[in-house]
Each structure stands twice: as structure tokens, then as C-alpha cells.
């Protein structure tokens, strides 16, 4: 199984900060990555697929990058509606794999 | 839009089963592939495996072989979990999810999810 490590588990940034999220894969993923937010009690959001496209009507301070097995998830200036867990997943092999997530809270 | 709705809470005893279902409305269903991933109270999401809603086809992680059946119903374009033999451990918020078109296995809709409880 590949195995997703996120980093780091959770995070306290001011509004207006940006805020980065790295999610490292045990071997090579090409850019079969998506991320996603989950609200409390809500089931999660998709953000961004293939590592760095952005899903339709997301809004643009989120992004993602990287290929292989270090990606990098990024709010350029975070929000008070962006407090949430951040989940990194691949689809490169089955099982299906996520990051252990990335709790985001205002500071 | 892309919705799909599951079926209510359950409380289980250990060593039973438990079924739960996932209709989907607004997207072709046969384009789809349904995959269940649940989170344990204060965990991270894992997933279980996934449904070829065209085929019937699935596959699923191999900590769930033997419990696990996935089945789905294309007249009614629901899609349905089993899980036998459940533990306490099995507790937890399950997720059915969507991914279609060239990206089967990117969830770009979910359930709003069904708590399943396990306890004597």
C-alpha cells in the first residue's frame, strides 16, 4: 500500500496568512493526487485533482503542486471560512490511500 | 446538481451486519464509481473500496476481505454497503463518494454520510 504523510498535523495562522501543507507519498505517484476539505460533522470537499487543477467554483487562493512524491498544498491568504482538515489522497494504486490530515484553525 | 443521499443511523451488536444505502440523483449513474471510505470518531478517512456502477464490478481494501460486500441497484440508481461480522472497531461515519469520466477515483461527490454504531 502506499502510504501518505502529511505534514504538519495541524496549524494556527492569522487571516490574511498564507498557509502551506506538504504531503509526501511512499513512492512514486506521478500527479495522481487530490486534496480536500472537511468541515466539522461534513463530508469533505474536493479542492484540487492532479496535484495542481483546481476544481470548479473552488476559489483561486487554493492551489497545489508538486509530481512524484512530495506535494505541496497552499491558501494564499487564508480565510475564517477556511477552518477545516485538509486531506491529501491518492489514486495512483488501489487501496485508495489518504494523508492523515491537516487541521486548519484561526489564530 | 451531482447528489447522492444515504440512509439513516444504525446501532449494531457485535458480530452483526449492517447495510447502508447511497442514491444517486442529478448525473448518469452507469458513468460512475461509488466508493466507501469512513472515518472513525476523531480519525482521518479511510477507504473501504469502490463499485463499478456500469458493470458491477468492485474492489475493496484487503483489511475488509471477507465482510465486505459492495452491490448497486441501476433501477433505482442507489448503490449499497454491506459489512459483516462488525466489531466495536467499526464504528464510525461511512462516506459513499462519486468519481466519474476520466477520474474514477477523485471524489467529486459525497454522501452526507450514515453513522453506524457497535456496541453490546
Known amino acids: 500500500d502506499i502510504q501518505m504523510t502529511q505534514s504538519p498535523s495541524s496549524l494556527s495562522a492569522s487571516v490574511g496568512d498564507r498557509v502551506t501543507i506538504t504531503c509526501q507519498a511512499s513512492q512514486d505517484i506521478n500527479n495522481f493526487l487530490s486534496w480536500y476539505q472537511q468541515k466539522p460533522g461534513k463530508a469533505p470537499n474536493l479542492l484540487i485533482y492532479d496535484a495542481s487543477n483546481l476544481e470548479t467554483g473552488v476559489p483561486s487562493r487554493f492551489s497545489g503542486s508538486g509530481s512524484g512524491t512530495d506535494f505541496t498544498f497552499t491558501i494564499s491568504s487564508l480565510q475564517p471560512e477556511d477552518v477545516a482538515t485538509y486531506y491529501c489522497?491518492?489514486?495512483?494504486?488501489?487501496?485508495?490511500?489518504f494523508g492523515g490530515g491537516t487541521k486548519v484553525e484561526i489564530k | 446538481q451531482a447528489q447522492l443521499v444515504q440512509s439513516g443511523a444504525e446501532v449494531k451488536k457485535p458480530g452483526a451486519s449492517v447495510k447502508v444505502s447511497c442514491k444517486a440523483s442529478g448525473f448518469t449513474f452507469s458513468d460512475y464509481y461509488i466508493h466507501w471510505v469512513r472515518q472513525a470518531p476523531g480519525h482521518g478517512l479511510e477507504w473501504m473500496g469502490r463499485?463499478?456502477?456500469?458493470?458491477?464490478?468492485?474492489i475493496h481494501a484487503q483489511k475488509f476481505q471477507g465482510r465486505i460486500t459492495m452491490t448497486r441497484d441501476t433501477s433505482i440508481s442507489t448503490a449499497y454497503l454491506d459489512l459483516r461480522r462488525l466489531r466495536s472497531d467499526d464504528t464510525a461515519l461511512y462516506f459513499c463518494?462519486?468519481?466519474?469520466?476520466?477520474?474514477?477515483?477523485?471524489?467529486?461527490?459525497w454522501g452526507q454520510g450514515t453513522v453506524v454504531s457497535v456496541s453490546s
Open positions: 463518494a462519486g468519481g466519474g469520466g476520466y477520474y474514477p477515483d477523485v471524489f467529486d461527490v
Open positions: 489522497q491518492q489514486y495512483t494504486n488501489v487501496p485508495l490511500t
Open positions: 463499485i463499478n456502477l456500469y458493470s458491477g464490478g468492485t
